[in-house]
């Protein structure tokens, strides 16, 4: 996959037209370059446009990379699951610093709460894989 198709399938993932993700570029220059990118006109970009570019996708240069078939995919899981908990994280990464720490010590002790409750039912012999969170 060429790295135009790459960057219009990160847009359509993200739910973001042209225009969206050119607003979100800051400068002039780098707004010309991601253009270029997106019509198919520049195969060989800078790497700051690059690192511009998956700044304005949320999304990481290795993404963004593997996606455009520059270097091989290495299979991760990547569950609709692994998705949302990794939206979950930028959501907390986005708060002001107060309430980031209150959401880590909230995730903290939530972990500390399910392995608990994990260990609680190997202890009982249940030991199935758990489906479903704990009502």
């Given at each position: 996959m060429a790295l135009a198709e790459a960057?219009?399938?990160?847009m359509a993932a993200k739910g973001l037209i042209r225009r969206q993700l050119l607003e979100r570029v800051t400068r002039e220059s780098s707004r010309w370059a991601v253009y270029r990118i997106l019509s198919g006109k520049s195969a060989d970009p800078?790497?700051?446009t690059i690192l511009i570019l998956c700044q304005a996708l949320d999304i990481s240069p290795t993404e963004l990379i593997q996606m455009a078939g520059f270097v091989p995919h290495i299979d991760r899981r990547s569950t609709s699951l692994d998705v949302r908990l990794r939206q979950a994280f930028s959501?907390?990464?986005a708060l002001?610093?107060?309430l980031r720490e209150l959401a880590v010590?909230?995730?903290e002790s939530n972990i500390e709460d399910l392995a608990q409750w994990q260990e609680n039912r190997?202890?009982?012999g249940d030991a199935?894989?758990?489906e479903a969170v704990p009502a």
């Open positions: 960057v219009w399938n990160a800078r790497l700051s959501n907390a990464q002001p610093i107060g010590m909230q995730i190997t202890a009982a199935e894989t758990v």
